[in-house]
């Protein structure tokens, strides 16, 4: 695809939106925002309009007062007006930054248009893997990994027949909690579990890094965009998050991509994919040391990463209720209406008391999500 890219961001006033748009300010000969989206701050939204001169603009939740806007630019609120955004004939590239299973209808969306899908938003590939994989083979839509791990994954690979992977090993810095004695997990309040050693994000994926279930969605993740059987997943701790993937070829060489815990990066390699231009934070010093240890995760202390790992191995409902519960769960102890042991507890009893069925279209999809959604709900009470 040549450049200028014409570019729809989705969830643009998000943690992802905002390192989206310092890539975008870096290289306006690159890269040019034509839509934005955001579920409900019309004013944060309304100011990258006028920055970007945006054509589209849309919000999921309709305002009390549409916010002011430059001349000419276009004003959508609700669910199918987001579909219509996501796959506008007049971009060629579309960034999914929103959070949750809701990235999934506009991720599915841009595929059938045969849009080149910048993917951040994990959740989509977790409850939809089978649907998003069909899709894209079908219209020969590229679906460019921006999840840095998979993004490092996706740079490895490049130039490599898909024969010759063996295995791969995601990263994870092992969150706040990864010395806490076990006792006092308990203890764990949504403040110190928001503060991450390494990465600034969004409040969901911060709780998600602290439990792992972030790197738990993100196995399932690589699942589908990789191609390879569950045990040849794996996980490695490492504090730093320098490294962000390891891919081992079957002549038992590894290759591993590199890169300070910035989302930029991965952002713009996938971006810009196959081009390499400045990027916009500094890379790595290479004269000075680097802490390069790695160890497998302690599954007592992490059970999210344990029951992902059940998970992993379902191509069914499986996935789909631990994503919903997890969302509901995470919610829940932000609001601290549960403990942050409960969020493991949650998605366990609804992985359990779930009546799994398989499922082949967005709306049976969408029905089973309300389901374990309300199953997940009725557990806080439970749980709380
Ligand atoms: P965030 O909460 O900071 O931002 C989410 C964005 O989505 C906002 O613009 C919000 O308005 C929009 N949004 C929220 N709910 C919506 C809904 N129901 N419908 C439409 N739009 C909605 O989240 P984030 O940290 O930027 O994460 C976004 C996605 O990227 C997640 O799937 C996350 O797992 C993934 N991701 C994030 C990071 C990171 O560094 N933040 C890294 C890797 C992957
Ligand atoms: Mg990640």
């Known amino acids: 695809m040549s450049f200028p890219r014409k570019l729809v961001l989705l969830g643009a006033t998000g943690s992802i939106g905002g390192n989206s748009l310092r890539v975008i300010r870096r290289h306006p000969d690159k890269l040019k925002l034509i839509g934005i989206s955001a579920f409900q701050n019309g004013e944060k939204l309304g100011s990258i309009a006028r920055e970007f001169g945006v054509k589209k603009i849309h919000l999921s939740q309709t305002p009390s007062n549409i916010p002011e806007l430059p001349n000419g630019t276009e004003f959508t609120s609700g669910a199918e007006a987001l579909l219509d955004l996501a796959s506008w004939d007049e ?12 990235g999934l209808p506009p991720t599915l969306a841009a595929l059938e248009a045969g849009k080149d899908v910048v993917l951040a938003n ?25 999840d840095s791990e998979h993004n490092a994954v996706f740079q490895c690979i490049q130039g490599q027949p898909q024969k010759s992977l063996d295995s791969l090993a995601l990263t994870a810095s092992g969150g706040p909690f990864r010395n806490l004695p076990l006792e ?32 738990g969605l993100e196995l399932i993740e690589a699942k589908w965009l990789f191609d390879l059987p569950p045990e040849k997943l794996h996980v490695l701790i490492h504090p730093p998050s320098l490294v962000h993937a390891i891919v081992k070829f079957k002549d038992g060489c590894c290759l591993a991509q590199m890169s300070p815990p910035s989302m930029t990066f991965a952002l713009q390699n996938a971006m810009l994919y196959p081009e390499r231009h400045t990027g916009v934070d500094e890379g790595l010093d ?49 609001a601290n209406r549960i403990g942050f042991e409960s969020i493991s507890s949650i998605i366990e009893h609804s992985l359990n008391l779930f009546e799994h069925r398989s499922f082949s279209t967005l709306d049976d999809l969408l029905y089973l999500d309300e389901e374990a959604r309300l199953l997940a709900k009725q557990a806080i009470v439970k749980f709380a």
Not at 94 to 101: D, H
Not at 201 to 208: A, L
Request: with cysteine; net charge negative; glycine share 6%.
């Open 122 to 146: 994990k959740e989509s590939l977790v409850v939809g893997g089978s649907l998003v994989m069909e899709t894209a083979n079908r219209t020969g839509a590229r679906i460019l990994p921006a």
């Open 91 to 102: 971009a060629d590239m579309v960034l999914v930054a929103v959070v949750g299973a809701a």
């Open 286 to 334: 290479l004269s000075a040391s680097l802490d390069l240890s790695f160890s497998p995760p302690d599954m007592e202390r992490y059970p999210c990463l344990k029951l992902a790992i059940q998970v992993l191995r379902d191509d069914g409902s499986a996935p789909l209720v631990f994503n919903a519960s997890n969302e509901v769960a995470v919610e829940a102890f932000l």
């Open 184 to 215: 006092e997990l308990s203890k764990v309040t949504p403040e110190t579990a928001l503060k991450h050693p390494n990465w600034i994000m969004g409040p969901k994926i911060t709780v998600d890094s602290a439990t792992m279930a972030n790197k």
